[in-house]
């Protein structure tokens, strides 16, 4: 199948994933809406104009131009003002304040005023909302249950076969133009005739089971002469090598080096897939859940690199912030990468949409307007008001009227509610901040997207 199919192939699987997860995102926020009583007035996948739609019930479904997002509308979002209760805000931004409310409302029909969100009790609003965050952790579950157990998680083991076999030797931490300037044939592997294919058999008489056996063998032989049978083709040789003493590696991450035979070759690779047992789920769900929200924290941090590709031309941060576009394009360079195995690319499609899911779950619940974790925060916030109204109640059942004498009759209590239009502010600021990364992001992405496979 041609590149440009396959990389075609890779962006419209993820971006239908990716649409369907925001579908089902706003499925959770519209059923418990539904099931309480609350009127959804729109269920729509997408912003901007309207492509496509049909209305059922009370609800409008159907499908925006822009793909990256998607929203209802449930009626009573915002409250009615509370009389005699003065704004915080200055002059100018009240009014503000008072002008969205009056234009939020003026779409209610007075027939329908029991059906308004803000009505709902703390616990139906917090469910009403983490509905939607919710569906994204599912989504994630379900994705990652099926990589773990039905595809597995891969492995990589080396083999006693090389894969290259070097000329010049340079030592580990030689610099890009050192390496590039050794050109002398003085490697003991290249002298000795080995080649990439060759399988190592045995060194000096001793049956080698795995790389780490030849190499504890060859760092700890420098100038020594060793007689290494080879598989080559089927048939077994056996060529004599002398090691040389060479700056290695001492660790995996390559901050520690050390002097050892060396002779100038690298392993070749098995790789493979094992499916994880159930009883390994949870401990590996756990790992991605806990580097999920590492990732979401360090994101701020990201930024500066987002601003110094936008703004000053340098070069993009392959671990740096990508947006929606960059993850989509990653998907088409995945699946049309020749490096890749097909049972690679399915996994790593999975992974990739699981992790979007994840990364939406723990972005949506910061307890910051206009996100689904700000509204769950107001819902708390009104949980503790009303609570401590009730202790208040309780403590004094019965008021004293102004004259000192008892009100007679059942004392009544105000609903009391968070009112959502006084935050309008606050969520003009976080929209913006959000906007502005956006677009950032959606700029990067196309003008030097990140490539897994340029390095």
């Known amino acids: 199948m041609p590149g440009w199919l396959l990389y075609t192939l890779g962006v419209v699987i993820f971006a239908f994933g990716l649409l369907l997860s925001i579908a089902l995102h706003e499925i959770g926020h519209m059923v418990p809406a539904k099931r309480f009583g609350v009127k959804v007035t729109q269920y729509m996948v997408g912003f901007g104009p309207t492509v496509w739609s049909r209305k059922r019930g009370d609800t409008e479904y159907g499908l925006k131009g822009v793909p990256l997002g998607g929203y209802i509308r449930m009626i009573g979002m915002v409250p009615p003002r509370q009389d005699g209760r003065p704004s915080r805000w200055p002059r100018r931004m009240a009014t503000a304040v008072e002008d969205f409310r009056q234009v939020s409302r003026a779409e209610i029909d007075p027939a329908d005023s029991s059906r308004e969100f803000y009505r709902l009790t703390p616990g139906k609003k917090m469910i009403v909302m983490l509905g939607g965050p919710t569906m994204n952790l599912v989504i994630y579950l379900v994705l990652t249950l099926v990589v773990l157990t039905a595809i597995g998680q891969p492995h990589d083991d080396t083999t006693t076969t090389l894969q290259t076999v070097i000329k010049c030797v340079a030592p580990a ?71 040389v003493d060479n700056v290695k590696y001492a660790n995996a991450a390559g901050t520690k080096t050390k002097i050892a035979g060396f002779i100038g070759v690298s392993p070749g690779d098995h790789h493979y897939y094992e499916p994880a047992a159930l009883t390994a789920v949870p401990g590996a769900i756990g790992s991605q859940v806990r580097q999920g929200w590492d990732h979401l924290m360090s994101f701020p941090d990201k930024i500066g690199n987002l601003f110094n590709t936008v703004f000053e031309g340098k070069k993009r941060n392959i671990n740096g912030a990508i947006g929606v576009v960059g993850v989509t394009r990653l998907s088409g360079d995945f699946a049309r990468s020749n490096q890749l195995t097909s049972k690679d690319k399915v996994y790593t499609l999975i992974e990739l949409l699981a992790s979007v899911n994840l990364l939406l779950f723990f972005f949506n619940l910061l307890p910051l307007l206009p996100l689904d974790g700000g509204h769950v925060a107001g819902a708390l916030l009104e949980a503790v008001r009303r609570g401590r109204a009730g202790l208040r109640l309780r403590a004094n059942p019965h008021p004293v009227g102004p004259d000192g004498v008892p009100i007679d009759g059942v004392q009544t209590r105000k609903q009391i509610f968070v009112d959502t239009a006084q935050m309008l502010p606050i969520m003009y600021g976080v929209g913006s901040l959000i906007l502005v990364v956006t677009l950032l992001t959606v700029y990067a992405d196309i003008v030097d997207p990140v490539n897994p496979f340029s390095g």
Request: glycine share 6%.
């Open 173 to 243: 931490n030689a610099t890009p133009a050192q390496v590039k300037d050794c050109t002398a044939a003085n490697s003991p592997a290249f002298l000795a005739g080995l080649r990439p294919g060759d399988k190592i058999v045995a060194i000096d008489g001793t049956p080698i089971a795995n790389w780490a056996a030849s190499t504890k063998i060859i760092e700890a032989s420098p100038h020594k002469t060793l007689a290494m049978t080879i598989d080559r083709n089927g048939t077994d040789l056996v060529l004599s090598i002398t090691p």
